[in-house]
């Protein structure tokens, strides 16, 4: 079951700024990663599971959807908008490829 309780920072402008119109892929790339059904991701935005079902096949959510959606997937409104799981992985590889070829040239230096 979801945590309801999750505290989640969210800055208006990065809300603002975003591009709404793939919020759905994200969504939905982001709750299969999490393993949180769609039914519970329903419970935690108080919809029916259809509704779920209709915004992830290209539907729009509201950028409260979305805050409410971070929250209940226990991400940052940043993962949520900005990158999917493999993108963040991808992000997380490269920074640690960097972080250990500088830690190498510090050592050989």
């Not at 208006?12 to 991701?41: E, F, G, P």
């Not at 539907?59 to 908008?81: K, N, R």
């Amino acid at each position: 079951m979801l945590d309801s309780m999750a505290v989640l920072s969210v800055s208006s402008r990065s809300m603002n700024t975003i591009d709404l119109s793939t919020s759905h892929l994200r969504v939905k790339a982001w709750r299969a990663y999490k393993d949180v059904t769609q039914a519970d991701l329903a419970f935690a935005l108080g919809v029916s599971r259809q509704t779920v079902i209709r915004k992830e096949a290209g539907g729009a959510f509201t950028t409260g959807d979305l805050t409410t959606i971070a929250q209940a997937l226990g991400i940052s409104d940043a993962a949520l908008l900005g990158e999917t799981p493999d993108e963040a992985a991808a992000r997380a590889r490269s920074e640690a490829d960097s972080a250990a070829a500088r830690n190498h040239a510090e050592t050989s230096a």
